[in-house]
């Protein structure tokens, strides 16, 4: 009953009689070369029909300005108060790139000081907004007698700790959907991932280079910009650095927001996490625990290494990098043949120890079946 019916079979042999694709050929001759290692799970799949389920489950779908239904008032309230909130958010984002920033350029101005101070009291007090919007969710929770989702529970409590981390909103009571600006809420998965990125990935470009004339002009020409531009160049190039951190971590926020594996994304981007968290460093530099001038130079080569390196990664998924590497196409080729190859490599194995198990399990049941 499980097996493979003729209808479909012949099916197959149609649609593979009609294929014109020699890669999608390659592919079905290396896995029938591999049907008798892999009898046993054909024969297991009679008792085992789970074996059969091969279909992909990545969604790539584009689902956008999905319906929510305001069941309830906290439901109500989040449709409400989403977009107050997201601009709140991105205000305190701004913010904190100009708190960071100050660090990383103190030069004694009392004006940009008290400036940078009075810019810390704001955002204490969109804080205390974000920390009312908490506790008021709790409370319209209780007396809805709803109870709010696990992850968009977890999602809340680290935007208290980081308010701009609210960018990306989770709905409450449904947290496979999300609430982005023009988008409207809408389905978290492979697919607005994939859009969003794309959408990013030239635009970090640009910003990613920025940092080229900025570290050239910091270590080789200051004084020559300096005095031909007659301004303070640390605030300008203060200002560059903060444009460039506050893009990267709101991409960064953005798509965390969407994925659920966090812990994956944050393993692939690690660059980026450093990008962000590298200016931190200058608060060390202010508390006179290291060397001023060692941990700078350390952490701008490491700013410019990062960035260089994200830059590439937009360039490959934009699609830009094979146009600059046009000098030489068998190297992009090259590379992703080899990834192929050792997913394929993973994939054999899988099926190896798929099969010695369906092995086992055939001989366990030819055993009681004897006794």
């Known amino acids: 009953m499980n097996q493979i019916s003729d209808e479909k079979k012949a099916a197959l042999i149609s649609a593979i009689d009609q294929s014109e694709n020699p890669f999608v050929i390659a592919q079905i001759e290396a896995l029938l070369k591999r049907e008798q290692l892999l009898t046993p799970i054909g024969v297991l799949s009679k008792d085992y029909p789970l074996v059969l389920q091969v279909q992909s489950t990545r969604d790539i779908s584009l689902q956008t300005n999905l319906s929510i239904k305001a069941v309830?008032?906290?439901?109500?309230?989040?449709?409400?108060i989403v977009w107050p909130k997201f601009l709140v958010s991105l205000t305190m984002l701004f913010i904190s790139a100009a708190i960071i920033n100050n660090f990383s350029y103190d030069e004694g101005h009392l004006q940009y000081s008290a400036f940078i101070s009075s810019l810390a009291v704001i955002y204490g007090i969109l804080w205390v907004l974000f920390l009312m919007d908490a506790l008021l969710v709790a409370r319209l929770a209780h007396t809805s007698k709803v109870r709010i989702a696990q992850s968009s529970f977890v999602r809340k409590i680290l935007s208290l700790i980081f308010p701009p981390?609210?960018?990306?909103?989770?709905?409450?009571?449904e947290p496979e959907k999300i609430w982005l600006p023009f988008y409207g809420w809408?389905?978290?998965?492979?697919?607005?991932?994939?859009?969003?990125?794309k959408q990013f990935s030239i635009p970090m470009i640009v910003i990613a280079l920025l940092i080229i004339p900025v570290l050239l002009i910091e270590w080789q020409f200051y004084e020559e910009v300096e005095t031909f531009l007659n301004t303070d160049l640390s605030l300008v190039l203060g200002l560059v650095q903060g444009f460039i951190w506050l893009?990267?971590?709101?991409?960064?926020?953005?798509?965390?927001?969407?994925?659920?594996?966090?812990?994956?994304?944050i393993k692939k981007n690690w660059i980026d996490l450093l990008i962000i968290l590298l200016p931190f460093v200058s608060f060390v530099r202010s508390l006179r625990l290291v060397?001023?001038?060692?941990l700078s130079q350390l952490s701008r080569g490491y700013k410019l290494r990062a960035l260089l390196m994200k830059a590439r990664e937009g360039f490959i998924f934009a699609s830009f990098f094979y146009r600059l590497m046009a000098v030489k196409p068998d190297y992009q080729l090259k590379k992703l043949m080899k990834k192929l190859n050792e997913n394929q490599k993973e994939r054999e194995i899988i099926e190896e120890d798929l099969a010695k198990l369906s092995d086992w399990l055939l001989k366990k049941e030819a055993k009681e079946k004897v006794q």
Not at 72 to 80: H, V
Not at 165 to 173: E, K, S, T, V, W
């Open 247 to 265: 893009a990267f971590t709101f991409e960064f926020l953005l798509l965390i927001a969407i994925t659920d594996d966090e812990f994956t994304y």
């Open 291 to 294: 060397k001023v001038a060692r």
């Open 72 to 80: 309830n008032a906290l439901s109500r309230y989040q449709e409400l």
């Open 186 to 197: 809408s389905k978290c998965n492979e697919g607005l991932f994939n859009h969003l990125k």
């Open 165 to 173: 981390m609210a960018i990306g909103q989770r709905h409450l009571l």
